[in-house]
């Protein structure tokens, strides 16, 4: 039985990586291994903001063809549809030795491995864990934020069509 779930949109599932680039481009390369690919837009929506360069993956497969040496982290699901996220930590270390792992899963038991672990519902503690910052997404200060419009009622006498 295949539980891989369906495409909103009705089209098959494929097996390629999806990049989708910060806004400034110069953030830390993060491979983010999700089946879900709502939860996964949203997670990688919320590192992209925080500056990071998400490239996701929805399998063990499109993981294993997306790692790279360049990589900043890795964040693991544990269940996806053709195996275990954690099948992937030979080749993450035969690939990217020195890469960091994150398992960010519902479903798991932190004592299988001495790997971190963060639940899908916090993504505050993944972007923490991943020690990521907002490069250039703060609010306005007094000395930068634009001067509030002014606008003048109109002077007696000239209504102006009204």
């Known amino acids: 039985m295949d539980d891989t779930p369906a495409d909103p949109s009705g089209a098959a599932a494929s097996d390629e990586v999806h990049e989708q680039p910060a806004a400034g481009g110069a953030g830390p390369v993060i491979?983010?291994?999700d089946d879900d690919p709502t939860l996964g837009q949203v997670v990688a929506a919320c590192l992209d903001f925080?500056?990071?360069?998400v490239v996701t993956a929805h399998s063990v497969a499109?993981?294993?063809a997306a790692l790279?040496?360049?990589l900043a982290h890795v964040v693991l699901d544990r269940r996806l549809p053709d195996g275990d996220g954690l099948d992937l930590l030979d080749?993450?270390?035969?690939?990217?030795p020195d890469?960091?792992?994150v398992v960010f899963t519902a479903y798991d038991d932190p004592s299988e491995t001495d790997l971190p672990h963060v639940p899908k519902s916090d993504i505050a503690a993944l972007v923490d864990l991943l020690g990521l910052e907002p490069?250039?997404?703060e609010p306005p200060t007094a000395s930068t934020a634009p001067a509030p419009a002014v606008v003048l009622p109109p002077a007696a006498g000239d209504l102006g069509g009204l």
């Open 31 to 33: 491979l983010l291994v």
């Open 50 to 53: 925080e500056g990071a360069q």
């Open 62 to 64: 499109e993981a294993r």
């Open 68 to 70: 790279d040496p360049s």
């Open 91 to 96: 080749d993450l270390r035969a690939t990217c």
């Open 99 to 101: 890469v960091p792992v």
């Open 135 to 137: 490069a250039s997404h």
